[in-house]
């Protein structure tokens, strides 16, 4: 099994700085990806950010130029550093990883989330 602790939630004013940690932990054979997802209340749960561990990234248009995805594979670790947070940011955030737990099989896997919100 594996699991995905999520870490760095919390209340900041808009404007402000957060940076999530991921980290996974189990029978880890290698990941492949991993990426932040974000769930709004009434809304479907969205792509913030991924990175594969060839160093290729994808972002959400929303968060473009405020929001850094980074990758410690040594660590299997992943980092969301988020910057001039808007109110529209505010979301439950979800960590996500491609997992191979052997040479053959490999799996998806979901952290529990993290709250964050961006209010004064």
């Known amino acids: 099994q594996v699991q995905l602790v999520e870490s760095g939630g919390g209340l900041v004013l808009p404007g402000g700085s957060l940076r999530l940690s991921c980290a996974a932990s189990?029978?880890?054979?290698?990941?492949?990806?991993m990426a932040w997802y974000r769930q709004a209340p009434g809304k479907q749960r969205e792509l913030v950010a991924r990175m594969s561990s060839d160093g290729s990234t994808d972002y959400a248009d929303s968060v473009k130029g405020r929001f850094t995805i980074s990758l410690d594979n040594a660590k299997n670790r992943v980092y969301l550093q988020m910057d001039t947070l808007r109110p529209e940011d505010t979301a439950v955030y979800y960590c996500?990883?491609?997992?191979?737990?052997?040479?053959?099989?490999?799996?998806?896997?979901w952290g529990q989330g993290t709250q964050v919100t961006v209010s004064s």
């Open positions: 189990g029978s880890i054979f290698s990941i492949s990806a």
């Open positions: 996500n990883a491609d997992v191979a737990t052997s040479r053959y099989y490999s799996y998806n896997y």
